[in-house]
């Protein structure tokens, strides 16, 4: 006696065969995609969030110190204004 497959056996292993490719296929377009969209970043030129960090917390630095010398140079004009009268 022979084992043979039926066409609904047949038929099911093209339809999972097919859906395998399909998986296949669409993972191969994602990796593509990463792939794509990583170079594009790189290619921008952006900083690192490290480096952003770092620039920030200099900038706040130069605030503090912006703040502390307008604070002397109005308190010097005031002075200087009333040495004046």
Known sequence: MQNRSGPLDDITNLFTNAVGAVKGV???VKA???SQAE???SDLDLIT???FE????MMEKVVA???TLKKKVAKLEKEVKALKK
């Open 26 to 28: 669409g993972d191969e």
């Open 49 to 51: 969030r490290d480096e």
């Open 54 to 57: 770092v620039l920030k917390a």
């Open 32 to 34: 593509m995609g990463r």
């Open 65 to 67: 110190e912006n703040e």
């Open 39 to 41: 170079r594009m970043v």
